[in-house]
């Protein structure tokens, strides 16, 4: 049986696959993975694209990542072995800088799925505390104490300076 694809669907994926990629990879933590990810959510989202496609399909498509990506979690083991002590880290130069963003990723990585989430949305795809939450469907205050809770998880595993994390977390309202 052939089908004809939904209109502006071709369209859609096109322009905003890359940014939905970088999501998928932020939520997995290996391209591979958030090739199948999100190939996996945009199978799902094609058959219901005549239902989306007025709304607002990126942020259905986002959410469908985040969900997906929670119930993958729940069955797979992603063969994270957690180390008792984590390297130090210092910005001595540029090449540090490189090796700080691959820590920080990593880092990211190993935080709680909803905490990577709230991460995710907020500092990467720079969404408002109240558009996140409506991609979690949870309460702006659940937001708000998630990214408060992996900030200074993050800032602890990297030796960040520990800043008060209601600083960082209210300016991005």
């Keep these: 049986m052939v089908t004809v694809p939904a209109q502006g669907f071709e369209e859609f994926v096109a322009a905003r696959g890359p940014r939905l990629l970088r999501v998928a990879w932020l939520l997995t933590g290996d391209a591979h993975l958030a090739e199948d990810l999100l190939q996996t959510v945009l199978a799902k989202v094609w058959p219901k694209w005549h239902r989306i496609a007025d709304e607002n399909p990126e942020a259905y498509v986002r959410k469908a990542l985040v ?99 209601a600083a960082v977390t209210d300016q991005r309202h």
């Design 67 to 165: 969900n997906t990506s929670a119930s993958w979690r729940h069955r797979r083991w992603w063969g994270e072995v957690p180390h008792e002590r984590l390297p130090d880290l210092s910005v001595a130069d540029a090449f540090d800088a490189v090796d700080l963003e691959r820590s920080l990723a990593a880092e990211i990585r190993r935080l709680p799925p909803r905490q990577r989430a709230v991460v995710v949305l907020r500092y990467f795809e720079d969404l408002s505390v109240e558009e996140t939450a409506k991609v979690l469907d949870c309460r702006p205050g659940t937001v708000k104490s998630q990214a408060s809770k992996a900030i200074r998880a993050l800032r602890g595993r990297l030796g960040a300076p520990q800043a008060p994390v």
